[in-house]
């Protein structure tokens, strides 16, 4: 296998059948990527040989997805990243595990932090927070598989993440398989406030989402799904624990709850936001 063009593509995206001959291609390559701004690979090979000689041909990449391949436990940390490796990368979304490396020596906004989307994959609020103080002062935005969200964490999050403005926790909808799932939104009628933490260590977020199950049995954009919805974004964080999103459809994610601020000029913590819902339809 090899690139033809290298220095005209944007993104490049491999399954886990490909990714190690995405990496050998792009090591060997005789031109650097300069175009590129996505890589989405899979898990399974970022220990393989190729894969810092592949990301040295990468100067502009932005973006970096790595996968995790079905159910499989997350991957060994890994050795420190040179900072000349990826210099202009600001998104990471991969395995918990390797988040600590790329986020030395990089200015990393956006977070998302996958596992297998297994309950075992979810961490205990004592096993996250040791990573989330090594992520940077930067960082805007942050998706997180933790059991619970206590007043700890929570505090842990607003001392090292001031800038944070987007918090997803259970939230994401298909890291594994991508393009397997479709999500729909549905609007609700209510405009509802949130707060996440208290005093100095509340969260002035503008957007949060958090996973859930909301039962089969309940008509999508009913009034009695809005209320389910408004109920739990209520009630979140302190009744919130990682069962309420335990999936009972195989295969498939859970729906998803989404508060976004109305105005993002209002700053006050109480401010009103649009409440919404993701699912997915089989």
């Avoid at 944007?10 to 650097?32: C, K, N, Q, W, Y």
């Avoid at 990826?86 to 200015?107: C, F, I, K, N």
């Avoid at 964080?237 to 000029?265: A, E, H, L």
Wanted: proline fraction near 9%; charge should be negative.
């Amino acid at each position: 296998m090899q690139f033809l063009h290298p220095t005209t593509l944007e993104e490049i995206t491999a399954g886990p059948d490909a990714t190690e001959s995405v990496l050998v291609a792009m090591s060997l390559s005789p031109s650097s990527f300069f175009r590129l701004l996505t890589l989405d690979i899979y898990a399974l090979f970022y220990d393989c040989p190729e894969f810092i000689p592949a990301l040295r041909q990468c100067p502009t990449l932005t973006t970096l997805r790595i996968r995790m391949f079905g159910h499989r436990s997350e991957p060994p940390s890994m050795a420190p990243i040179p900072p000349d490796i990826l210099p202009a990368l600001v998104t990471y979304h991969g395995p918990l595990s390797l988040a600590q490396s790329w986020a030395r020596d990089r200015r990393i906004r956006d977070f998302k932090l996958w596992g297998s989307r297994t309950l075992s994959s979810v961490l205990q609020p004592a096993e996250l927070a040791p990573i989330l103080r090594q992520l940077g002062p930067h960082v805007e935005v942050l998706e997180i598989g933790v059991m619970s969200l206590p007043p700890s964490l929570i505090s842990i999050i607003a001392e090292c993440l001031p800038k944070l403005k987007s918090l997803a926790v259970n939230a994401h909808v298909s890291s594994s398989y991508p393009g397997t799932a479709t999500t729909h939104v549905t609007q609700t009628r209510f405009r509802p406030s949130i707060s996440v933490g208290e005093g100095s260590s509340q969260l002035n977020l503008d957007s949060l989402s958090f996973g859930v199950q909301i039962p089969d049995e309940i008509a999508i954009g009913s009034l009695q799904h809005e209320l389910i919805g408004l109920t739990l974004l209520e009630g979140f964080p302190i009744q919130y624990t990682s069962m309420s999103w335990d999936c009972r459809k195989t295969g498939f994610p859970w729906s998803k709850i989404m508060w976004n601020r109305s105005d993002v000029t209002d700053r006050r913590f109480d401010a009103p936001g649009d409440l919404s819902i993701g699912y997915v339809e089989d």
